[in-house]
């Protein structure tokens, strides 16, 4: 289990089961997500057999960011070991998402530097992540805070 970050705006800890329909909306709120979640009720039930096979991998981490009782953001940190780099491990930062409501506080700067700190933790040498290249101002948002686009990204839809 990771120690939660308490800042004086921010609380990250593990997600919790209770936390799924916030996070489902979370990452619905914006017109990629809106395309590609379910926020119909009762909850699509593929999301809650997600959300346990995460949990229980101990090489996954599903994060809530809370300011005072409000989910307010989420990332998924994901640790894989590698041959390459001389046997090194890395850590895959992804599903990085911001309340609305929330946005433009530093509450995402801080988000990403926990799931720095936590791969650091983890002895990861690298930090990666990917963003869909129409979110221009998450592009722009990882390279201030110093990520590279060292690499061109690949997906093929199953």
């Known amino acids: 289990m990771t120690k939660p970050l308490n ?5 990250i800890r593990a997600a919790q089961q209770a936390d ?3 996070l489902i909306e979370m990452l619905a709120d914006d017109p990629l997500g809106a395309q590609r979640e379910d ?10 057999t997600a959300f346990d096979n995460i949990t229980q991998d ?4 599903l994060a809530a960011a809370w300011q005072q009782d409000k989910l307010v953001g989420m990332l998924q940190l994901t640790f894989i070991p590698y041959l390459t780099h ?4 890395r850590c895959l930062i992804e599903g990085v998402r911001i309340h609305a409501d929330c946005r433009g ?3 995402g700067e801080q988000l990403i530097y926990w799931g720095i700190e936590q ?5 990861c040498n690298l930090v990666q992540l990917t963003s869909d290249k ?3 101002e998450a592009l722009a948002f990882y390279t201030k805070l110093g990520f590279i686009a060292t690499h061109e990204g690949f997906k093929m839809k199953l």
């Open 58 to 61: 101990p090489n996954n981490l």
């Open 7 to 11: 800042s004086a705006s921010l609380t």
């Open 105 to 107: 506080q530093g509450l």
């Open 119 to 123: 791969a650091k933790l983890r002895d």
């Open 20 to 22: 799924l329909p916030q």
């Open 86 to 89: 001389t046997g090194s491990k």
């Open 39 to 48: 926020t119909s009720t009762p909850l699509n039930p593929r999301y809650s």
């Open 134 to 136: 129409t979110r221009t």
